[in-house]
């Protein structure tokens, strides 16, 4: 087999191998042992390893991944968490990273910057943070400009009261960009540091393939600040032919509802060779960035978004010891192809949606159904130290309808926050999780010290291809290597008690299983959000419109449509509306689009089908307690769609299927009989406490209430958080408040909207 097989199989790597061997002088003999280590891929050490003395096992003094995979911090304190960073920890005030800094002229001191910039990467002890959350920024000419401004491995800290808080600044550079790509052979494994660290291989799951990227990342830079730091984002897009908005799902942008990053609803998207300057406030939590153009997510557009607080804020703080940069667990689900492929959808081959991989960190391995044959590159690796506990921050960035179940061998997770917002802490041996959702848990190093298998299995319409990925967590100074079996799709680590079961079975406590709906908030809740009657209340019920070939095809029509795995050709309807983008943007531009534009369930235009097409939008009073029921109507086994709302987090009021046994199928009207018998599930009660999120599965036939107080004007995209699905119309806007209300646009925002002049030649 060649060097341009399409897989990075075994032989490919030898071959990798070799030529890594030619250019570090490496004896071949080591080539051996990479083929020996084909079976014990399973760590990066190990993929890296092959061929070279190893700069990886020995990495407490020299490698970049020390932070990583070596062990730093010795207290078990939040203070500590970031000892790998050098001073970063501990610095308050002009920074004393002698690499990062010209002394006396850091960040808060407002002296003048004479000396440039070393690479951001390195902090004081010459280390990188780490590889899948490097912070490295590919342009600094700002940061030079502005000693205001703080690189992002300054912001990475821990969080302390009282501590002045930062300007956060970081630089995304957008191309087209290649998975296995030229640059996996000049970022040799015995280079030096500053090389590896700004190694631009992304290896994902070791099938080549075309992607997009943020600085030759995958995931994007993470960005990791304290709450109320101010972050600010330059989008440098140079994706050829392409426009981009990128969203910072779960950041709320109170004041900054411009930067919500939605196209057409708060912004022009970014042209190509444009720079959009992003900058908000973020409230805390673990959430994250992605592309809200297209279907660029889902060819790599995203990243982590970690907003901290001091430990005396989070009121789960005494549950963990450590809260590190490098337990953020992102997981995506991954093609071998463009998403385009896949849109809008094929009839023989590869059809459907559904994902061929998952990825941990953007890591993983892959094994090729029709061969057998497996890919070699590394998977992620969590490090613990015995004893201690450990935050993980856990961001399901999936675009396709899988749900994902994570689990970790021999571990109990306790769940602490979803959504970036606490809720009383429960204990469960998997999470299943959509599309946009975040968990946080605690695991607790209490296990033999060891390495165990992290299995991400994709369930629903990924049972079909058995997508799944692994990771490991393992244990300092312990093996690289699990010493049980790999888990496999079908005999996997055992799931035990498991949040977010789908079959949605939510009216009772269970032993096997912990509904969202049965969390309890762990913050106060708004008491006007738990009275009887919310000021609205508005009820949603969403489905799927399958058109007949012979109407989507009529000659001179040019309707869009989904091929779903089914062969159907469908588009999505929320209140039998599917929503079509204005011309200009909601916010920035109201006034350029035409009233006749809008709709909603109670003003349909009046020649509007079966296939209603409008941009949906329903109004909402500032300040109002809205009720939202979510009715799914799409009647498909094994699909439940997860709805995310942006702006806000709303309350988890019920979430539940017909109490009605002779009710097949929920609907629209059946949801109606059953609230006005009261017989919708409702958590009203004094104590109940509904958890507090941005992103909930309705429950496949059933329904899902959610409340919150509209007290964040602006237009706020709601939708089924699909990739696909947002592509065929299952969005709406609740437009808070009116134009008055909504913070006036910064000067010089661009525009955008048709060009429709008179015609002026004769
Ligand atoms: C009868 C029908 O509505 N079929 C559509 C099924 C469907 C639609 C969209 C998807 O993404 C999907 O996975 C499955």
């Known amino acids: 087999m060649g060097c341009s097989a399409r897989y990075c199989l075994l032989a490919l790597c030898m071959c990798l191998v070799a030529e890594y061997a030619i250019g570090v002088r490496v004896v071949p003999k080591r080539k051996k042992e990479a083929l020996n280590s084909a079976d014990d891929q399973s760590t990066s050490a190990s993929w890296w390893q092959a061929g070279t003395a190893s700069p990886f096992r020995d990495s407490a003094s020299s490698s970049a991944f020390s932070s990583t995979h070596g062990l730093v911090q010795t207290h078990p304190s939040i203070g500590d968490n970031f000892g790998s960073f050098g001073s970063i920890g501990s610095t308050i005030g002009p920074s004393s990273n002698p690499f990062t800094r010209a002394s006396g002229s850091g960040p808060l001191s407002g002296g003048v910057r004479n000396n440039p910039l070393p690479p951001l990467a390195r902090s004081a002890n010459g280390k990188n943070s780490l590889k899948h959350l490097d912070f490295t920024s590919s342009a600094t000419a700002e940061l030079r400009r502005n000693p205001a401004l703080s690189a992002p491995d300054e912001c990475a800290r821990a969080c302390r009261e009282n501590e002045p808080p930062r300007i956060c600044y970081y630089h995304f550079t957008l191309e087209m960009y290649t998975v296995l790509g030229a640059a996996c052979q000049v970022c040799t494994p015995n280079a030096t ?3 590896w660290s700004h190694c631009q291989c992304v290896l994902a799951d ?44 779960g950041i709320w942008q109170r004041g900054t509802q411009y930067y919500d990053g939605v196209p057409f609803v708060t912004q022009c998207p970014i042209q190509q060779g444009n720079t959009f300057r992003y900058q908000w406030q973020g409230n805390a939590g673990t959430h994250f960035w992605h592309a809200h153009t297209g279907l660029q997510k889902l060819d790599g557009l995203y990243g982590s978004i970690v907003v901290r607080q001091p430990p005396s804020k989070d009121p789960n703080s005494h549950l963990y010891d450590y809260d590190l940069t490098t337990h953020v667990m992102l997981i995506s689900d991954w093609l071998h192809e463009d998403a385009a492929e896949r849109y809008p959808g094929r009839l023989a081959v590869n059809t459907g949606q559904d994902p061929e991989s998952v990825l941990i960190n953007g890591k ?3 094994r090729d159904p029709n061969t057998g044959f497996m890919t ?24 396709s309808v899988c749900p994902a179940q994570v689990t970790f061998e021999g571990h109990n997770l306790t769940v602490i926050a979803t959504d970036g917002e606490p809720v009383h802490p429960v204990q469960v041996n998997t999470i299943i999780s ?48 699990p010493s049980s079996p790999r888990p496999t799709y079908d005999v996997g680590v055992p799931q035990g008690v498991v949040m977010n079961p789908l079959d949605a079975r939510c009216n009772a406590p269970r032993n096997d299983a912990i509904c969202v709906s049965q969390l309890k908030n762990a913050r106060n809740i708004d008491p006007a959000i738990l009275q009887e009657r919310p000021d609205v209340k508005i009820f949603l019920p ?7 070939p012979e109407m989507l095809f009529q000659p001179n029509t040019y309707n869009r449509y989904l091929v779903a795995p089914s062969g159907d050709h469908v588009i999505s309807l929320i209140d039998e509306i599917s929503y079509m983008s204005p011309p200009a943007p909601l916010l920035s531009q109201y006034d350029d689009i035409s009233p006749e534009q809008f709709c909603n369930g109670d003003n349909r235009p009046a020649d509007c089908g079966q296939n209603c097409m409008c941009t949906h939008k329903v109004d909402i009073p500032l300040n109002a307690v809205v009720e939202i029921v979510l009715v799914d109507e799409v009647q498909i086994a094994n699909l439940s769609h997860p709805f995310h709302l942006h702006g806000y987090a709303y309350n988890v009021i019920g979430i539940g299927r017909s109490p009605d046994q002779n009710v097949k199928k929920i609907n629209l009207k059946h949801a109606l009989d059953l609230d006005r018998r009261g017989l919708l599930e409702r958590h009203l009660k004094q104590g109940d406490l509904p958890p507090a999120k941005d992103t909930i599965a309705v429950p496949n036939n059933g329904y899902v209430i959610l409340r919150f107080r509209a007290s964040n004007p602006g237009f706020w995209l709601f939708h089924c958080h699909f990739l696909f699905h ?13 134009q008055g209300d909504i913070p006036p646009v910064p000067p010089n ?14």
């Not at 075309?210 to 990791?224: A, D, E, F, V």
């Not at 299995?457 to 058995?466: A, D, Q, V």
């Not at 969403?542 to 007949?548: D, G, H, I, L």
């Open 376 to 399: 070699n590159t590394p998977l992620e690796v969590f490090t613990i130290t015995p004893g201690r506990r450990y935050r993980f921050r856990m961001i399901n960035a999936f675009a």
């Open 542 to 548: 969403f489905r799927f419109f399958v058109y007949r």
């Open 364 to 366: 993983g391995q892959f």
């Open 749 to 762: 925002f661009p525009t955008c909207g048709d060009h429709l002049p008179q015609i002026t030649l004769h």
């Open 726 to 738: 947002i592509a065929i119309g299952m969005s709406l806007v609740l437009q808070v408040g009116t």
């Open 206 to 249: 070791g099938v080549e393939r075309g992607i997009l990227t943020s600085n030759r990342m995958l995931p994007g830079p993470s960005i990791q600040v304290c709450e109320n730091d101010k972050v600010v984002i330059d989008v440098e897009n140079h994706m050829e032919g392409m426009e981009v908005t990128i969203h910072w799902h």
């Open 434 to 481: 959509f599309s946009g959702e975040r968990y946080d848990f605690v695991i607790e190093a209490n296990n033999i010290p060891g390495a165990y298998w992290i299995q991400v299995r994709g369930l629903g319409e990924c049972g079909i291809k058995r997508a799944q990925q692994l990771g490991i967590l393992r244990y300092a100074r312990g093996p690289y290597q």
């Open 193 to 195: 540091n500053v090389v």
